[in-house]
């Protein structure tokens, strides 16, 4: 049998480890190596130790961006959670015409979120079909993009309604594991549809359920598109919907952009996704044990 190099395996590996060093790791570190400085667009600046952090701590607006992906968390999460299932559960059923309703509601998982943020704008705003409609109907206009919570929660709306179709196709992929004779078993011993869902099909979806629960709450706590697009660059009124990933795009661009200090906010967005992940993946674990 021929013997090959042990050095082969690392040759099949370095171009994607070279790309994961040059585009991944290296951004990374730079990033948190700028967020000890105060670096801007076009000077490398001075170390300054922890001073980005110490102002990021006393900025107001720090703490009104982080309110608000907390709360995009809170409201958008449990929704992507739950209703793709519901979803999936409705279009696996093998009943005629239901490919097209499948293909329906993954329709906007393929569309540009700027485009759909746009359209929800068009039909949100004071002139908008749904303003119309509620206008026609005697309640008047509601002001979804001119108040700061109907804003906020115009955009999770936006998300979720986005996000459906691409989890309810994990979900239908989880569904076909589902071993069918349980459901069967639980029927002749008389359990209803919803005693089966609860008993059948959710522990067998627990480890799905965790999956899309993480990576909706990274999405959501990362959430830019959406919120820009609606609120505009400064974040609604007064800035009340600003978000973390917002208030890096403000402080780090333009020329006179203040990059040490978005660096340091970046490093934060980082630290709290990473710890929500683990968060919701130790919660996991306690409920397996």
Known sequence: ??????????????????????????????????????????????????????????DAMFWTGLRNSVLYVLGVVPLLVVL????AMLVQRQIPGIAFFRAAFYTPVVASVVVVSLIWVWLLDDRGLINALLEGLGFGTAGFLSDPWLLLLSAMAVTVWKGLGYYMIIYLAALANVPGELHEAC????????????????????????LVAVLSSVSA???????YLM????????????????????????????????????????????????????ANRREEA
């Open 84 to 87: 793709p299932l519901l979803l």
């Open 187 to 210: 029927a002749v011993d008389g359990a209803g549809a919803v005693r089966r869902f609860l008993t059948v099909t959710v522990p067998a979806l627990r480890s799905t359920m965790v």
């Open 1 to 58: 049998m021929k013997r090959h190099h042990p050095a082969s395996p690392w040759l099949f590996l370095a171009p994607g480890l070279l790309v994961v060093l040059a585009f991944g790791l290296y951004p990374f570190l730079s990033t948190v190596a700028h967020s000890f400085t105060d670096a801007r667009t076009l000077a490398e600046g001075q170390f300054v130790g922890g001073a980005n952090y110490r102002e990021l701590i006393h």
């Open 221 to 227: 706590f990362k959430v830019f598109s959406e919120v």
């Open 231 to 282: 609120a505009g660059p400064t974040g609604g009124p007064g800035g009340e919907d600003t978000t973390l990933v917002m208030l890096v795009q403000q402080a780090g661009t333009g020329l006179s952009g203040r990059v040490g200090y978005a660096s340091a906010l970046s490093v934060v967005v980082f630290v709290i996704t990473l710890g929500l992940m683990l968060l919701v993946l130790r």
